[in-house]
């Protein structure tokens, strides 16, 4: 099925400059087809490969469900751990559960 739509694009392509001479010449973006992964444009392709990699995020967030008064959860910065492991929030009553965002 893939194979049958690769051949009727590359057949549309084929017939296309035929019909676009007639047309004002508009300059438009060189676009690949994989078999994996679709169609991937080559502005698409550059924008990712310049864009820097966003570092991992730490928070603890503690569940104040149990105490007196409380409800709800806190959560604030942590530094970098196991994830899912124990950390602590200043000015808060007991302790969290490690996450990332």
């Keep these: 099925m893939l194979r049958l739509f690769c051949v009727a694009l590359s057949l549309l392509v084929i017939a296309t400059p035929a019909s676009a001479e007639t047309a004002a010449n508009v300059s438009l973006p060189f676009v690949l087809v994989n078999d994996t992964s679709g169609a991937i444009s080559e502005s698409q392709n550059t924008q990712r490969q310049n864009r820097p990699v966003r ?9 104040q469900s149990g105490s007196v008064g409380g409800g709800g959860q806190v959560s604030c910065p942590a530094n970098p751990g196991r994830v899912g492991g124990r950390c602590r929030c200043a000015n808060v009553r007991g302790s969290g559960t490690l996450l990332t965002y």
């Excluded at 570092?55 to 503690?62: E, L, M, T």
């Design 55 to 63: 570092p991992q995020r730490y928070i603890c967030v503690v569940d």
